[in-house]
């Protein structure tokens, strides 16, 4: 069986998990990067049996509405081409819409029809399945399938103690201490984490926000609160692979401010490092953190700090310790198993 993914993150693991539980399910697997040229240069030699379709949002919307239209226009020609030779696509829906909502009225139409075109939709947890099955105006969930996503736990180090960690970034050792981790992009709503957290009166807990900033806006709206606040830590930078187990084992509690979210790879990577989890109760989160369910909230309801006050309060070792018990059940070589399955299927 030959597979074509695109477009290849260099930097995603999970990308590079999956390919790896695909190669010991027999599957040979080629990554076109997504341009044009070099993604029918690698489809020219591979001569995939299948094309898997990972992200599919910037092949579809722009800042511009013309130019979203004929990007989403080339995108449906191209796949139909793909068909006509004989080839099967599969889509992994990661997210519902683009998540800084350039042009959901046109993307939403189109991700409609494309729905109907793959021959098969992956999605990682029941919430999604149902998700895609409404919002994409399908008409059963026959063409869907979920597939979990699996841990992180060979794709990062993880020896450094908390005590030294802590060290590391110059934090004190006694305060709770909670982590935003990640690109720190408009949706998720990292200035309102900062907001909130500033207004918390708590003295014995901190916050560290660590990632690489896509605008600086997000950076300007946090900076004087930052500033002001000497229990926030920032790191406003791209944290490379080495450092992450530096971030996560220094803090006791991972937190992820968004409003809206499917599939969270942040949320994973907590878990893999056996942190609970302070997230939205929206998406796979739920379904992901059924164990500790204390810790969500309602992005429409509830505040997020409320959530952090929880979490000071509860057991978080005894938590983290259940989230990665249950994330490493997610092997990769199962999951590599069960997509080369939907591959068979087709």
């Known amino acids: 069986m030959r597979v074509l993914f695109f477009p290849h993150m260099d930097g995603n693991p999970y990308q590079r998990n999956l390919v790896s539980g695909l190669s010991q399910a027999g599957v040979d697997v080629s990554l076109a990067s997504g341009y044009p040229l070099s993604t029918l240069e690698t489809l020219l030699k591979s001569r995939p049996d299948v094309i898997h379709v990972h992200w599919i949002a910037p092949y579809l919307v722009n800042e511009r509405l013309s130019i979203s239209l004929v990007k989403s226009v080339v995108f449906l020609q191209a796949t139909v081409v793909a068909k006509l030779l004989g080839m099967d696509v599969v889509w992994t829906v990661h997210n519902m819409l683009d998540h800084e909502r350039r042009q959901p009225e046109l993307e939403l139409k189109v991700r409609r029809i494309y729905a109907r075109m793959v021959d098969k939709i992956i999605v990682h947890c029941s919430a999604a399945q149902t998700s895609a099955v409404e919002r994409y105006n399908l008409p059963s969930a026959e063409k869907t399938v979920v597939v979990p996503h699996g841990h992180y736990d060979d794709s990062y180090e993880n020896t450094i103690s908390q005590r030294r960690a802590r060290d590391r970034l110059n934090l004190d050792h006694d305060p709770t201490t909670f982590l935003y981790l990640g690109r720190i992009r408009p949706y998720k709503q990292v200035p309102r984490l900062v907001e ?125 310790e259940q989230n990665r018990k249950q994330i490493l059940e997610f092997g990769w070589k199962d999951i590599g198993s069960a997509t080369a399955d939907v591959y068979a299927n087709l």
């Open 196 to 320: 909130q957290f500033a207004e918390m009166p708590e003295t014995d807990i901190r916050l560290v926000v660590a990632g690489n900033p896509t605008t600086q806006t997000e950076v300007r709206k946090m900076e004087s609160t930052c500033r002001d606040d000497d229990r926030i830590t920032t790191r406003f930078e791209f944290i490379p692979d080495e450092q992450m187990q530096v971030y996560l084992n220094a803090a006791d509690a991972v937190v992820l401010p968004y409003r809206d979210v499917l599939t969270s790879g942040s949320a994973i990577l907590g878990m893999t490092f056996g942190k609970p989890v302070v997230g939205p109760r929206v998406g796979c989160l739920p379904e992901l953190l059924d164990g500790q369910p204390e810790l969500l909230y309602d992005p429409d309801v509830d505040s997020l700090a409320d959530s952090m006050r929880r979490a000071m309060t509860a057991d978080l070792d005894a938590i983290g």
